[in-house]
């Protein structure tokens, strides 16, 4: 795609807002990997699923600088599900190193009082928090997407929906000089393993780094 054409879908799409966009900047500024966070319109099509869904628990598996857990943040509070006080997105940050950035930005957002941001093992805790999920977004360790998917879906209820991130990997998962990349096989061995699962609908879209859509049976 062209940067004209991206510019021209980003002028017809909603626009990510003045903080989302000064949290992208220092993302991309002071992190080592700022493209990782979800950016503008992969940020407006989270909060949008949240719309639709109407999610009550929501469950992040990665959330580096807390970008996408504000965008779903923002679907929770426009369509005021805290009509639950207990709604929310749980999220979960494996390296503590990223605290210090990520914590200021969620507990500053206007949306802080519906994400509860933790520093730990998503596969570890999730299961400790006793709630079942309508909605996930994975974008950690991609080595172990597949331990992850079968970590979560236990979790998530029946109609629910599973977003993962990074499917495509920059097109690495059909270039063969890549076949010894450990993370670059982990993506490949959870699409393989997708397809064949009948428990799922999944739907691979080619949005930004790949984006797997999955319905639960």
């Given at each position: 795609?062209?940067a004209?054409?991206?510019?021209?879908?980003?002028?017809?799409?909603?626009?990510?807002g003045?903080?989302l966009?000064?949290?992208?900047?220092?993302?991309?500024i002071?992190?080592?990997?700022?493209r990782m966070a979800?950016?503008?319109?992969?940020?407006?099509?989270l909060k949008?699923?949240?719309?639709?869904?109407r999610p009550?628990?929501?469950?992040?598996?990665?959330t580096?600088?807390?970008?996408?857990?504000?965008?779903?943040?923002?679907?929770?509070?426009?369509?005021e599900?805290?009509?639950s006080?207990?709604?929310?997105?749980?999220?979960?940050?494996?390296?503590?190193?990223?605290?210090?950035f990520?914590?200021p930005?969620?507990e500053?957002?206007p949306?802080a009082?519906?994400?509860?941001?933790?520093?730990?093992?998503?596969?570890?805790?999730?299961?400790k928090?006793?709630?079942?999920?309508?909605?996930?977004?994975?974008?950690g360790?991609?080595?172990?997407?597949?331990?992850t998917?079968d970590?979560?879906?236990?979790?998530?209820?029946?109609?629910?929906?599973?977003l993962?991130?990074?499917?495509?990997?920059?097109g690495?998962?059909?270039?063969?000089?890549y076949?010894?990349d450990?993370?670059?096989?982990g993506?490949r061995?959870?699409?393989?393993?997708?397809?064949?699962?009948h428990r799922?609908?999944q739907?691979?879209?080619?949005?930004?780094?790949?984006l797997?859509?999955?319905?639960?049976?």
């Open positions: 795609m062209g004209d054409l991206d510019q021209y879908i980003r002028d017809h799409s909603q626009p990510e003045d903080y966009y000064r949290l992208w900047r220092a993302t991309n002071h992190t080592i990997h700022g979800s950016g503008h319109l992969q940020g407006r099509l949008m699923m949240v719309l639709m869904k009550r628990y929501i469950l992040e598996v990665g580096f600088s807390g970008y996408s857990a504000i965008c779903m943040a923002e679907g929770l509070k426009e369509k599900i805290a009509a006080p207990s709604s929310c997105v749980f999220t979960f940050e494996i390296n503590d190193e990223m605290e210090d990520t914590r930005w969620i500053n957002s949306v009082q519906y994400i509860d941001f933790r520093i730990g093992d998503a596969l570890v805790e999730a299961p928090l006793g709630v079942r999920f309508d909605m996930a977004f994975v974008d360790d991609k080595r172990r997407y597949v331990e998917y970590t979560l879906l236990p979790l998530m209820n029946p109609g629910s929906i599973m993962v991130d990074n499917t495509l990997w920059d690495h998962v059909i270039d063969p000089n076949s010894n450990a993370q670059t096989e993506i061995d959870f699409n393989d393993y997708l397809r064949t699962d799922v609908e739907l691979l879209l080619p949005m930004r780094d790949g797997t859509m999955i319905y639960v049976r």
